[in-house]
Structures are given as structure tokens and as C-alpha cells.
């Protein structure tokens, strides 16, 4: 409603972005770019959830010999960090790196080069590293694990600072982007799209739906059913430290996990790290960010929203990040 009590007119949009994460805003930019008027909705700030709650690890194993979506994806976002950060000028701690996943046992070293048999056959850029080769880069590393897979493509970036970049750059295009503006209704006129927000309604002629784990109470609203649903991560710092780790870290243990134990039930997401309560296998993931912090994460679980810390899950993640790094111990 207006300040005069009257409903406030409806404003006319070619394109309505629902969702301030990365998704969202990098969509808002390129819609922009193209001429394409663009309004983006975020119902609390750019980059308030999962888009900046996480490692800001950039995956990427190149072009391959004959490219598929996956590849356009992973290279084209890959140059799209490369962008904001050497071209455009945005400060978003984009760096190169490349990322080094570590071997615990035999059945992961078997598994590892299988991987990379397949992978260096498809024209793919990764290779298996002795712990002397990789502790060559990576000093900390564990030298008395069997291995280490080795992807100098990878990068990382930090996720708020580049999330809130892509939204400026949206905004620099001409998108508006709107906050602290939660869609409360959602409908189809046949041939428009009507928003509605707290304060103000919205009408398009095309509706992108950018919510991440909230996406099916917005399909609700369409009476549609999208079987999106929320895994619970959780993450974890050190205090800030000056560089000891220089890539970005991970390890083979889940990925063995997953490839020998592949979800045939289509009600279920997969790769989690639970089975109901039960843990069934450790992720890892981490980094050191630009402040000197070291986070890492991993646990994937099937909790809803539920935002609670399982502490037992940070202590099992950071025996996990120590296996592989035990400079850890110390911090």
C-alpha cells in the first residue's frame, strides 16, 4: 500500500529475477548487458545465504575434446570471475589457484587413477602428484598419505564479494535490484507474471526463479511441484594467519564414496554425507581467504532449514582437514 492508503501501481518489468544469490544476480548482469530490462527481488540482502555461505572454490577442468554443457559451464564462469576481477576492476580475491584433492587409502589411490585415466583421455587438465610433488606446491600438505590429485584450472574467489560484484555490475547495466523485498504471491495471468511484495507488486513477461533451497515454496505458489530441497553444509575458521595454505583442498574420500554407492532413489538429493542420522562418509572442502582465515566444510545433510551447529560434524570436518593439513592442529 501507498503512503495514502491506495495500493501502489503495479511496476512493468521485461524480466523478474526472484533471488539476490549468485544465480540471480549474475542472471540480473547479463540480462542488463544485453539490453534487457531486468528487476531482481531479494527478499533479505545480495548474497545473504548459501551464495555467501561457503568456500568460494571455482571448479574447473577445461574445455575437454569435444565440450559439453557441463564444460561451457565450468570454463565460461571460470572467465566470468577472470572478468570482474582483471577487467572490470571488481575486488572479488579471484586467484587461479588450482586445487589439490587428497588420497587417504589404496582403494581411493585405484579409484584416483582411474579418474584420471578417463579424465586425461577426454583432453582434461589434472594429473596425480607423489606427496613430494605436492608438498613442492602445497608445503603443508601430509607427506605420509598415498597421493594427491592435482587440477591446476581450479580457482577460488571470495562468494559475498562476488555475488554483491555481480549485482553492482547488474546495476551498472541498468537492472534494478530491489531488497529487503520478499515475493509473497506469485502468479500467471496467461500472459504476464505478478509479484507481490510487502510494499509493491510487479508485472513481467518473464519470471526466473533464483532461490536456491527455497525454490519450492515459490513453485507452491504456481501449484507446481519442484523437487528442490535443502541439504544442510556447515563451515568453520581458524583465526586469521599469515599464507600457509595456497590451493584450494579437498579429498578423494566422498567422491570414492559416491561413485561406488550412487542414490537410485529419485525422492532422495545425492551425495550426502548421512544416511538419516548416520554418517556414511566424510566431505572436505577449504581453503585460506584473503584475511588470512582458513575455513573449510563439508557435512551434507538432509535437515530441512534447521540452522543448529552440529558440533560433533565440525570436530569429525576438522580431523578430516588435519589428515590432510596437520598445520591445522595448531591453529
Request: aromatic letters at 8%; one cysteine or more; glycine letters at 12%.
Amino acid at each position: 500500500m501507498g503512503t495514502n492508503g491506495m495500493e501502489t501501481a503495479i511496476k512493468g518489468t521485461d524480466v523478474l529475477v526472484i533471488g539476490g544469490g549468485i544465480v540471480g544476480c549474475s542472471t540480473a548482469y547479463f540480462l542488463g548487458k544485453f539490453g534487457i530490462k531486468v528487476t531482481l527481488l531479494e527478499r533479505g540482502e545480495v548474497a545473504g545465504e548459501a551464495s555467501g555461505l561457503n568456500a568460494g572454490s571455482i571448479g574447473a577442468l577445461g574445455w575437454g575434446n569435444t565440450p559439453r554443457l557441463q564444460e561451457h559451464l565450468t570454463m565460461g564462469s571460470l572467465e566470468i570471475f577472470r572478468q570482474l576481477e582483471l577487467d572490470m576492476g571488481y575486488d572479488i580475491e579471484f586467484r587461479q589457484s588450482g586445487s589439490i584433492s587428497a588420497i587417504h587409502n589404496d582403494a581411493q589411490y585405484e579409484y584416483a587413477l582411474q579418474r584420471i585415466a578417463s579424465l586425461r583421455a577426454g583432453g582434461f587438465s589434472t594429473e596425480l602428484m607423489t606427496p613430494r610433488e605436492a608438498r613442492a606446491i602445497e608445503p603443508e600438505l601430509n607427506p605420509d598419505l598415498p597421493g594427491y590429485l592435482y587440477s591446476p584450472l581450479r580457482g577460488q574467489a571470495d562468494p559475498i564479494k562476488t555475488t554483491r560484484a555481480l549485482a553492482d555490475a547488474a546495476v551498472a547495466c541498468g537492472a534494478v535490484v530491489i531488497t529487503r523485498a520478499a515475493a509473497k504471491h506469485v502468479t500467471y495471468t496467461g500472459s504476464s507474471w505478478i509479484v507481490k511484495t510487502q510494499e509493491q507488486s510487479y508485472k513481467s513477461e518473464a519470471l526466473i526463479i533464483a532461490t536456491g533451497a527455497w525454490t519450492a515454496s515459490i513453485g507452491e505458489m504456481l501449484g507446481l511441484r519442484i523437487p528442490v530441497v535443502p541439504v544442510r553444509g556447515q563451515m568453520w575458521a581458524t583465526e586469521s594467519v599469515p599464507p600457509r595454505i595456497f590451493h584450494t583442498i579437498s579429498s578423494m574420500e566422498s567422491s570414492h564414496f559416491w561413485n561406488h554407492n550412487p542414490v537410485i532413489d529419485d525422492t532422495s538429493p545425492p551425495e550426502l554425507t548421512h544416511d538419516g542420522s548416520e554418517r556414511v562418509t566424510r566431505h572436505l572442502y577449504g581453503r585460506q581467504r584473503g584475511n588470512g582465515e582458513i575455513v573449510f566444510g563439508g557435512d551434507r545433510t538432509l535437515l530441512g532449514f534447521d540452522r543448529g551447529t552440529d558440533f560433533a560434524g565440525i570436530e569429525t570436518n576438522k580431523g578430516h582437514a588435519t589428515e590432510v593439513l596437520p598445520v591445522l592442529s595448531d591453529l
